[in-house]
């Protein structure tokens, strides 16, 4: 039997599911959450295999919900079900360890069908998400830093200019002269294509870069 938590807010979705569902012979549903804290909670007491997960609840959505579990869980499969097929919920939910993804008007059948594929190891992703994927790790692959990769240095200096340092604290932190860091910062501008310290700051907070190198 693979065992289902069904996570969504709306009462009628998740009735809707669990009728369907109990009429498969390999399928149980153990629980249902109304929002990503229960889910996480749920996932916790019930041990399901899987678990239908919407993307936009109150107090924890969907993507945190799975993050969390992925990240006590790794080994469990999270098929996401949602009305959201652009790439700024797509990727996030791929990222944050979905195997599949789903919008709400697909065929019941072909739901139960994404279920067992994902139980099979197998991902599943409906035609507009994967469309959305692939547009996104194409413009991943054009963004200014990975064009123009820094340095392990600029990339230290990057880490601590967003920490909101002057040039003379940066350089006291890395054992550098301001004339160093000065130069670093040029090139950390040229290089994502900003024009100002704040730009590179919001620039390495919404892509990962404000950790120092390995190096340093």
Do not use: C
Not at 69 to 92: N, R, Y
Not at 152 to 167: H, I, M
């Amino acid at each position: 039997m693979i065992r289902v938590l069904i996570a969504d807010d709306h009462h009628v979705v998740r009735r809707g599911l669990l009728f369907f569902l109990k009429t498969q012979k390999d399928i149980e549903v153990v629980g249902e959450a109304k929002n990503g804290v229960e889910a996480v909670e749920l996932v916790q007491k019930l041990e399901p295999d899987i678990v239908l997960m919407d993307l936009v609840m109150p107090e924890m959505d969907g993507i945190q919900a799975t993050k969390k579990i992925k990240h006590k869980w790794p080994d469990m499969k999270v098929l996401m079900l949602t009305s959201f097929s652009d790439k700024d919920h797509v990727l996030p939910a791929m990222e944050a360890g979905a195997s599949g993804y789903q919008l709400k008007d697909i065929e019941p059948d072909d739901l139960v069908e994404s279920i067992r594929q994902i139980m099979r190891g197998e991902n599943t992703l409906h035609p507009e998400a994967t469309t959305q994927l692939e547009e996104g790790l194409r413009e991943e692959e054009n963004k200014p830093h990975i064009i123009n990769p820094l340095t392990p240095r600029e990339q230290d200096v990057l880490a601590e200019l967003t920490k909101g340092k002057s040039n003379r604290e940066i350089a006291s932190s890395l054992y550098v002269t301001e004339k160093t860091v000065k130069t670093h910062i040029s090139n950390i501008f040229t290089k994502l294509q900003v024009q100002d310290r704040t730009q590179a700051a919001l620039y390495a907070v919404k892509h990962n870069l404000t950790e120092p190198s390995e190096n340093a």
